[in-house]
T-cell receptor, first 113, second 117 residues
Framework: SQKIEQNSEALNIQEGKTATLTCNYT??????LQWYRQDPGRGPVFLLL?????KEKRKERLKVTFDTTLKQSLFHITASQPADSATYLC????????????FGTGTQLKVEL | GAVVSQHPSRVICKSGTSVKIECRSL??????MFWYRQFPKQSLMLMAT?????????EQGVEKDKFLINHASLTLSTLTVTSAHPEDSSFYIC?????????????FGPGTRLLVL
């Protein structure tokens, strides 16, 4: 069956450290993988998109890697801040999917002082 | 960035009544919009794809007669939950890509919290 799994446990890290979140998928061949941030009671906000032929993408303190052999994406936040505390969702889009996104389970990140 | 709004943000209704939720793209046109449902501590589950000028496409297991979708214009899609029951209580979120190409980012509305008593 198809699955998109993210760290089920909340991730607590200290301010200034790098947070690394994982997204693993099975029985998908995504053309694109996206990461979103969601705050409680709000809609998701787009962060980064990476294509199947790209290994890595960066934007300011954010970095995403995409390994289609391992079927895994890693999402890194460097120099983390308490304001980065939120739930982070990965989402897959397959070729011919008509922009439909399938979301992972989400990982809650808490950055502590 | 592009903005998507939803109305209302919260609604409480009695069991058996119908509730309409609006999703608007404020500064771009969207031929396609998506409707999701999110239960507490869970991820977003796609319910249906709303297509301007044609019928919505529903995901497996979603009752099209219960969740009526109308994509009235290039900036407005509505979701009507008919004969709502307590198990329909959830957080409903819409999204829209600003274009039709593959690999578009999506802009999400702020969500509508529905509570059915």
């Amino acid at each position: 069956s198809q699955k998109i799994e993210q760290n089920s446990e909340a991730l607590n890290i200290q301010e200034g450290k790098t947070a690394t979140l994982t997204c693993n998928y099975t029985n998908y061949s995504p053309a694109y993988l996206q990461w979103y941030r969601q705050d409680p009671g709000r809609g998701p906000v787009f962060l980064l998109l990476i294509r199947e032929n790209e290994k890595e993408k960066r934007k300011e303190r954010l970095k995403v890697t995409f390994d289609t052999t391992l079927k895994q994406s890693l999402f890194h936040i460097t120099a983390s801040q308490p304001a980065d505390s939120a739930t982070y969702l990965c989402a897959l889009e397959v070729t011919g999917g008509g922009n439909k996104l399938t979301f992972g389970t989400g990982t809650q990140l808490k950055v502590e002082l | 960035g592009a903005v998507v709004s939803q109305h209302p943000s919260r609604v409480i209704c009695k069991s058996g009544t119908s509730v309409k939720i609006e999703c608007r793209s404020l500064d771009f046109q969207a031929t396609t919009m998506f409707w999701y449902r999110q239960f507490p501590k869970q991820s977003l589950m796609l319910m249906a794809t709303s297509n301007e000028g044609s019928k919505a496409t529903y995901e497996q297991g979603v009752e099209k007669d219960k969740f009526l979708i109308n994509h009235a214009s290039l900036t407005l899609s509505t979701l009507t939950v008919t004969s709502a029951h307590p198990e329909d209580s959830s957080f409903y979120i819409c999204s829209a890509p600003p274009g039709t190409s593959a690999g578009e980012t999506q802009y999400f509305g702020p969500g509508t919290r529905l509570l059915v008593l």
